[in-house]
């Protein structure tokens, strides 16, 4: 890991008065770049060749003669030939003199590598750097070590195939898609086989995918991802804020449980097995009984980052959770960081984030205002890493 001392000592060289958000031009970018622009930032998207008109071209802003934001959020977009080019120094260099301060999200680490994003990123990060590697599963102290650690639900994990003996989920990275998973489920170690076998073929899951694969226990009922904000500059108010409520949309596995179920069972007669591919998200809200519950399960793991990944989780994050029938939540995944669902929170906010703070308030509005906070009280250095 990169030493703190050295990341500090980057900082003190920034201008904080004309201090930029940057952010990898993916994932989560245009809700933290509409943030950084509603807080009064200028903004600078690291782009890939070849994914850069979004933001260089439709989302570029425009300001008028005063500095006022009219249209876009992209103030400065840097065209690279790709992503991981941002860990060569002159790169780094450069937005260290344009005062950029860094935001993670799972872009940046996916295209670079943690090992890359722990030990060679130079340029001040707001947020938690050290648990960023907590998202790895299968790492040793994945956030499925937190979680047990922290005594919070998720659920029960098969260690073999052979076990299956109810609905399993089986969790493995997508062959081809870097960022996607190739997720399938089996009732049986026999409907394990078949279906791997034919995921397999049709290049969707690697031969050897069961020694990273993690399998657990399916648990029915509707998905909440739950974005949460931890504030360690907050003296007055409490530190621990629920900004909103997403669920996914997956492809192709929503349009699959939209056909009737004899058309379904047809589809996996014929081997079409869906594919659980995020490629959107939506809004939700959870009936009030259960903001308790929600609000328990993130201060155990704000208190179990502060006692293993010292200093804890700073800024946003998101637990990933289904509830069950009995109204029981269970933790399938954990984003030490932005989650990826947070763009529906921007510009409009979400109702959590505006109740509490009686303003439009999306999650990259609520980080944009941590980091003008730590600014104008000097104490920037509580929020880098």
Not at 88 to 102: A, E, R, W
Not at 176 to 186: D, H, I, M, N, S
Not at 239 to 244: F, N, R
Request: net charge negative.
């Amino acid at each position: 890991m990169i030493s703190r001392d050295e990341v500090l000592a980057n900082l003190e060289k920034y201008d904080l008065k004309n201090a930029k958000i940057g952010v990898t031009a993916s994932h989560s970018a245009l809700d933290t770049c509409d943030g950084a622009v509603s807080e009064g930032f200028h903004t600078v998207a690291v782009c890939q060749k070849g994914r850069e008109k979004t933001f260089a071209n439709y989302f570029r802003s425009q300001r008028d003669p005063t500095g006022k934001i009219v249209r876009g959020v992209v103030d400065e977009p840097m065209v690279l030939n790709k992503f991981a080019d941002i860990m060569q120094p002159k790169i780094q260099t450069d937005l260290m003199n344009n005062n950029v301060l860094f935001v993670p999200n799972r872009s940046f680490v996916a295209y670079n590598g943690i090992d890359a994003v722990e030990n060679d990123f130079k340029v001040p990060m707001v947020g938690s750097r050290n648990l960023l590697r907590s998202e790895e599963r299968g790492d040793e102290r994945d956030y499925y070590w937190l979680l047990e650690k922290a005594g919070m639900p998720f659920p029960k994990k098969v260690e073999k195939p052979e076990d299956i003996d109810g609905l399993t989920i089986i969790k493995v990275h997508h062959k081809v898609k870097k960022l996607e998973r190739g997720f399938f489920t089996a009732k049986d170690y026999d409907q394990f086989v078949e279906k791997s076998t034919e995921l397999i073929q049709q290049g969707v899951i690697d031969a050897n995918f069961v020694k990273h694969a993690r399998m657990e226990q399916y648990i029915i009922g509707p998905v909440f991802n739950l974005d949460f904000f931890r504030s360690p500059l907050e003296e007055k108010g409490e530190q621990l804020e629920l900004l909103g409520v997403d669920w996914r949309f997956e492809s192709s596995l929503d349009g699959y449980c939209r056909l009737p179920g004899k058309q379904q069972v047809e589809l996996e007669e014929d081997g079409i097995i869906p594919e659980y591919t995020v490629c959107g998200h939506n809004s939700a809200t959870l009936r009030e009984s259960l903001l308790d519950k929600a609000f328990e399960m993130a201060e155990q793991y704000i208190t179990a980052t502060k006692k293993y990944y010292d200093p804890g989780i700073i800024g946003p994050f998101c637990l990933q959770t289904c509830v069950d029938k009995d109204l029981n939540f269970y933790i399938y995944d954990v984003a030490p960081r932005i989650g990826g669902g947070t763009n529906v929170h921007m510009s409009v906010g979400h109702p959590y984030g505006n109740c509490l703070w009686r303003q439009e308030m999306s999650t990259g509005r609520r980080l944009s205002m941590e980091i003008r906070r730590a600014i104008e009280q000097e104490r920037v250095d509580e929020i880098i890493t």
